[in-house]
């Protein structure tokens, strides 16, 4: 599994997750995103409906009837249900979690010291796996580098 890192310091979670979540139904990928934070999923619930005017982003929750028909799945657990090929993981979810997956992506809030520590955690511990990681991060035009 690859482990990817967004390390967001310039744009908000909810400005970048967007991008990922489309990247990822183009490659006719499902997606998990997981929180144990029943707060911000309910906050992403209702927002991917809504994110932008002319678009919206099909998901559900892992509450809801026919959750593993889902494109994209709310949860707070760690299985797998709607079969996805990556993980986006909030709030500290742990990537170890997650290994049956093509791809599981670690976002921290930068300014959130504790958040950054638990991504190194995550990061020595993938290291010590061999796991290939990926650390993004934006430069000061707001372009995203991988910088591992």
Request: hydrophobic share 40%; aromatic share 10%.
């Amino acid at each position: 599994m690859e482990l990817w890192f967004y390390h967001l310091e310039r744009t908000p979670l909810d400005k970048v997750l967007p991008g990922l979540l489309e990247k990822s139904l183009d490659k006719d990928w499902r997606v998990l995103i997981c929180s144990g934070h029943v707060d911000r999923l309910q906050w992403l619930d209702e927002w991917l409906w809504t994110w932008r005017d002319d678009s919206f982003i099909p998901h559900g929750t892992a509450d809801t009837p026919r959750a593993d028909l889902q494109p994209v799945l709310l949860t707070s657990g760690t299985e797998n249900e709607n079969n996805a090929k990556v993980a986006i993981l909030l709030d500290g979810a742990d990537p170890a979690n997650f290994e049956g997956l093509e791809r599981a992506i670690v976002m921290f809030d930068g300014a959130d010291g504790d958040a950054v520590q638990q991504a190194r955690q995550f990061w020595k511990q993938a290291k010590k796996k061999q796991q290939t990681v990926l650390y993004w991060k934006q430069n000061e035009s707001g372009t995203w580098k991988n910088l591992a």
